[in-house]
């Protein structure tokens, strides 16, 4: 929560006071939303997965066999924590703040990870064309380097004290060390990678040649993202006062903070439909 977890009243930001009221709304909205999506995204990641198994011959570039099963891991994993993160909006975080940072640091090591497994593709056409050696050693790198950016995550969140203890992405102050590395993690994934993969196969003649429309669905996951990279760069401004907040932002910079935290959620349900539709026609 960014200005008020209770709707406190402020009077420094315009004649009229200023009132935060989306902590209720998050509280009431997000666990059906939650849950919804992990319902919609256990249907789309087990048909592809089938799919998958089904028919190994019919996955070539840019959507191959070996990325698809691992993107497909990304959005699994993903989609897993959000049954517990639904109940401990609904019903305040039981699990304690070693739980809590734990559930951070898998939620944005399968983000990072399906982050890498795109620009690897993206970059290389033929790196996951075969499991070979190669593959397999460069998928250990993907992994493992994933986990490592997420730690910052997870140092940064944590539980706090409240009428119901809840699970938050920032337990830390705004300049904090683990919290400022976290966020740019955060932009260089939800931001720079995509303009980098947009302005490469612009320019560079043989990623253009070599781009397929297949393509856009890997690049779904980016897209989804990008708003909220871009809400968290807002909102480092306003929380390190390099931007003056005014009532209006007080009052509606949580929900469309949320609402674009929410549009990116949906990538776990909307990348293995996509990917399935694609194959299926």
Request: net charge positive.
């Amino acid at each position: 929560y960014n200005y008020s977890d209770s709707g406190e009243t402020f009077a420094d930001y315009d004649a009229a006071p200023c009132h935060n009221h989306y902590c209720a709304h998050f509280q009431r909205v997000a666990p059906t939303f939650l849950a919804l999506t992990c319902a919609a995204a256990a249907l789309g990641t087990g048909g592809l997965l089938v799919a998958l198994a089904k028919r190994p011959q019919a996955w070539g570039w840019p959507q191959n066999r070996v990325l698809v099963a691992q993107l497909a891991l990304g959005t699994a994993l993903f989609a897993a924590l959000l049954p517990p993160l639904a109940a401990g909006i609904g019903q305040g975080w039981r699990l304690g703040a070693l739980l809590c940072k734990l559930t951070h640091l898998l939620w944005h090591w399968s983000l990072f990870a399906q982050g890498l497994l795109v620009a690897t593709s993206s970059f290389r056409r033929t790196a996951w064309a075969r499991w070979d050696p190669r593959s397999r050693r460069l998928a250990a790198a993907v992994w493992t380097w994933a986990l490592l950016l997420a730690v910052p995550a997870a140092l940064s969140s944590g539980s706090v004290p409240a009428s119901e203890p809840s699970c938050v992405r920032r337990s830390v102050d705004v300049l904090a060390p683990a919290y400022l590395l976290h966020l740019a993690l955060c932009l260089c994934l939800f931001l720079l990678l995509p303009a980098a993969l947009v302005a490469a196969t612009v320019a560079v003649p043989q990623l253009r040649a070599g781009w397929q429309a297949g393509m856009g669905v890997s690049w779904l996951f980016l897209g989804l993202w990008v708003p909220y990279g871009l809400g968290l760069a807002v909102d480092f401004l306003l929380q390190a006062r390099l931007l003056q907040p005014t009532c209006g932002t007080f009052q509606r910079f949580d929900l469309v903070l949320g609402l674009s935290q929410g549009l990116g959620v949906l990538h776990c349900c909307l990348g293995p439909a996509a990917l399935l539709a694609l194959r299926l026609c």
